[in-house]
């Protein structure tokens, strides 16, 4: 399992809060991108709350119960694999770069039938947001109290390194000629590798998995590619510089 695991937050969504009760408690719902995670549940804890599962966390607890492992006497249990469809480099603002991932697991019933689940945006979960405010109770008494606001704080799991990367590299697929495997609903698609800058949002496709290991984020950034030397930046540059005047040409040729 990948290591070197560490809170980065970054950005702000909101959640849904029901209008039943009074307390504020197991009342609040993360939105639908997060997935449940030890992290997730970890952070729900330190605030008395239980970690309230939305529905693809429900959709993929049925999907273990019809899948149960080779310690429930699932004998096809063996067969269970997993594929990682993307991975993302991602840097925040302050430059710390951590990992997530978008996977498909592929499991198997008591009677050998596959069966596949696939799950986004991993590597990421919600931390809530907290305020301090002043009650007073129906004595008149006032106390300071820290509660919930309502919105929640992306935070990540898995801080880039090498090792944290060649472990998720183990379930990638970079040979176009893979054969399909049971449960496959078609030909194997190569795994995408990105990175992807918070400042902006900006997404960009990475050439290669090596690429995305050894390549330094600014250059994977400009060029898609590890970059080895001042020359082939340059030459890359014009070469892009070249594009965009062409296609700014026949953009003013259309407009005629």
């Known amino acids: 399992m990948p290591t070197d695991r560490r809170e980065i937050r970054s950005g702000q969504s909101s959640v849904v809060e029901s209008n039943s009760g009074g307390d504020g408690k197991g009342y609040m719902q993360p939105i639908g991108k997060y997935l449940e995670s030890p992290e997730a549940v970890a952070e729900y804890k330190k605030t008395g709350l239980v970690y309230p599962r939305n ?121 176009p000629d893979l054969a399909m495997q049971p449960g496959d609903t078609m030909d194997p698609v190569s795994t995408h590798y990105y990175v992807k800058d918070l400042r902006n949002g900006t997404t960009i496709t990475v050439e290669s998995y090596q690429d995305l290991r050894d390549g330094k984020f600014e250059d994977l950034y400009s060029y898609g590619k590890k970059i080895e030397s001042d020359r082939e930046a340059k030459d890359l540059k014009r070469a892009q510089e070249k594009q965009r005047k062409k296609i700014e040409e026949a953009k003013r040729q259309r407009l005629g």
């Open 55 to 175: 529905y693809k966390d429900n959709a993929y607890q049925e999907f273990l119960e019809r899948t149960p492992g080779e310690s429930e006497g699932n004998e096809f249990a063996s067969q269970n694999y997993t594929r990682v469809l993307a991975i993302y480099r991602v840097r925040q603002q302050g430059g710390k770069e951590f990992i997530t991932w978008s996977q498909r697991e592929v499991r198997f019933t008591p009677l050998g039938n596959p069966e596949s689940f696939a799950k986004t945006n991993m590597g990421v979960y919600p931390v809530l947001r907290h305020q301090t405010v002043r009650e007073e109770d129906k004595r008149g008494i006032r106390r300071t109290i820290t509660r919930p606001t309502g919105e929640v704080y992306d935070a990540y799991s898995l801080s880039f390194t090498v090792e944290n990367l060649d472990n998720l590299y183990k379930d990638c697929n970079d040979t």
